[in-house]
């Protein structure tokens, strides 16, 4: 059972373009959505996250867009970069009684100059 | 910094094998992870553990097991490797979670790319 739903699997932007990632969520018990970045040959690292209380958040070129009715969030990346070339996991996460993260399949982003 | 080493970053087995695949933290985290990684499939999680001694079934644990013995330390064995387990390993860990204090951040490795001939 997939409880987070990420598309798409791969995308090409240009340099200075918008990327955009969606995903989809089924449990209700989530209280915490995180997009973890991977770069080639490294381990997944904490990019972005956020809490379902709020509807937006940014962190300079990065921002997280929350639907909680619609059980959707998105991944904006503005001014796409060559160096923001990586892999993407969304995720969701139920801080009662779990120890773990929910991850999507991934996106692959290359930004082509 | 965290920092979550893996002690082989590629290996390369015979069908058959038993692989032992070790993990390192050095933040006093109480729960680790054994994630697989396969293009396509995302991160699917083998095993954790939240405590010493302790072990979880995650969504794939055939032909895995995990050991604990030290908070630090958490290793994946594949007791006779495979073919269908060539696959790039990441073991993680984080803090233990507690509701509306801890966001369950992982701090991944670098990964161990195991290649079963």
């Known amino acids: 059972q997939q409880q987070v739903k990420q598309s798409p699997q791969s995308l090409i932007v240009q340099k200075g373009g918008i990327s955009i990632i969606n995903c989809a969520y089924e449990n209700t018990a989530f209280d915490y959505f995180p997009w973890y970045q991977q770069f080639p040959g490294k381990g997944p690292a904490l990019l972005i996250a956020i809490r379902p209380d709020v509807s937006e958040k940014k962190e300079g070129r990065f921002t997280i867009s929350f639907n909680k009715s619609a059980k959707q969030f998105s991944l904006h990346i503005m001014d796409s970069q060559p160096g923001d070339s990586a892999t993407y996991f969304c995720?969701?996460?139920?801080?009662?009684?779990?120890?773990?993260?929910?991850f999507g399949k991934g996106t692959k982003l290359s930004v082509i100059p | 910094d965290v920092k979550v080493t893996q002690s082989s970053r590629y290996l390369v087995k015979r069908t058959g094998e038993k692989v032992f695949l070790e993990c390192v933290q050095d933040?006093?985290?109480?729960?680790m992870f054994w994630y697989r990684q396969d293009p396509g499939l995302g991160l699917r999680l083998i095993y954790f553990?939240?405590?010493?001694?302790?072990?979880e079934k995650g969504d794939i644990p055939e032909g895995y097991s995990v050991s604990r013995e030290k908070k630090e330390r958490f290793s994946l064995i594949l007791e006779s490797a495979s073919t269908n387990q060539t696959s790039m390993y990441l073991c993680?860990?984080?803090?233990?979670?507690?509701?509306?204090?801890?966001?369950?951040?992982?701090?991944f490795g670098e990964g161990s790319r195991l290649t079963v001939l």
């Open positions: 553990s939240y405590d010493v001694k302790m072990k």
């Open positions: 993680a860990s984080s803090l233990f979670a507690l509701a509306d204090t801890n966001t369950g951040e992982l701090f």
């Open positions: 933040m006093d985290h109480e729960n």
């Open positions: 995720a969701g996460y139920s801080g009662a009684g779990s120890y773990q993260l929910t």
